[in-house]
């Protein structure tokens, strides 16, 4: 095999709790993480160039170590000794700076992929150490599906598959520092945390509605005061048939669940029209354990 192609799927938090901002400076974490069906492209090739080389479809996009994609195959072809040179092409399509933890989601994939490529025969939780390095939301990104975060989204729990439904993904034409909302979160001011227990009960019984009723994102105290766009879009996709909208991670997309796609593709061409904004897609969630 001289190369593969995979897909590396965005992220949702169904649940975003901030428990306590701990002595380092970072916050303690509880959060219900969801794969969903929107996703880059990575092509990994086998070269004869002895180096590591990162091709995008986004001439902007750095391709050298300032990009995840090119810090981990330097990582992996230098700690497993890797003689060959890696070429990747990465296709992007999961916004930028979107709170879809697209970059954890392109290094988690590159890791993945070299690792099927050179058969090197690293186990799914060796990988998400090695991609814990890289990001907190690497290894969820490894692991995909739905999950319950903890720590700083770090420690992982296989939870029961994500009803099926369509999701609208929009983000309004600006961009945030995940880094700034987290300095800027203030927890005196959270008034409403999520019951994070209840919403798994409510993923167990495979209960949407329930689901999306008691959906809260901490961030969106910060995020949402700063960028009013976002509430609209939220109220927007609520007007227009979903069954709940919210924030997904520091923002600024906002997501929605419909149970019909008409529905659901309905409410994009309004939005795309009325925020004026190019970046909205209508997707699905991605469940990998079905019928276990």
Request: aromatic share 8%; with cysteine.
């Amino acid at each position: 095999m001289d190369d593969i192609k995979l897909r590396a799927r965005a992220k949702i938090n169904i649940t975003l709790d901030a428990i306590r901002k701990m002595e380092n400076g970072y916050h303690e974490l509880e959060m219900i993480m969801q794969t969903v069906n929107l996703c880059d492209n990575l092509h990994i090739k086998k070269t004869n160039t002895g180096k590591v080389e990162l091709k995008s479809n986004l001439v902007w996009l750095p391709c050298d170590s300032r990009n995840l994609v090119y810090r981990a195959a330097e990582y992996m072809r230098e700690t497993y000794n890797i003689k060959e040179g890696i070429e990747i092409e990465l296709v992007k399509n999961i916004p930028v700076a979107a709170g879809l933890a697209g970059g954890s989601s392109d290094c988690a994939a590159t890791l993945v992929g070299i690792n099927n490529l050179f058969r090197l025969n690293i186990s799914q939780e060796e990988l998400m150490k090695i991609g814990k390095s890289f990001g907190a939301d690497v290894p969820y990104c490894i692991l995909r599906g739905t999950a319950l975060a903890e720590g700083i989204g770090e420690k992982l729990t296989v939870l029961p598959n994500f009803p099926n439904c369509y999701v609208l993904l929009a983000k309004p034409p600006i961009s945030v520092s995940t880094a700034s909302v987290f300095g800027a979160l203030d927890l005196k001011k959270v008034n409403k945390h999520p019951d994070t227990k209840a919403i798994i009960d409510y993923i167990e019984k495979g209960d949407l509605q329930a689901v999306s009723d008691n959906m809260v994102n901490v961030l969106e105290t910060v995020t949402c005061e700063k960028y009013p766009v976002i509430e609209q879009i939220k109220k927007a996709m609520i007007d227009n048939g979903a069954i709940g909208s919210m924030m997904s991670g520091s923002g600024p997309t906002v997501f929605g669940f419909f149970s019909e796609y008409k529905e659901g593709l309905h409410a994009l061409k309004f939005i795309k029209n009325k925020f004026r904004t190019k970046e909205v897609y209508l997707t699905t969630v991605f469940n990998i354990r079905q019928g276990e």
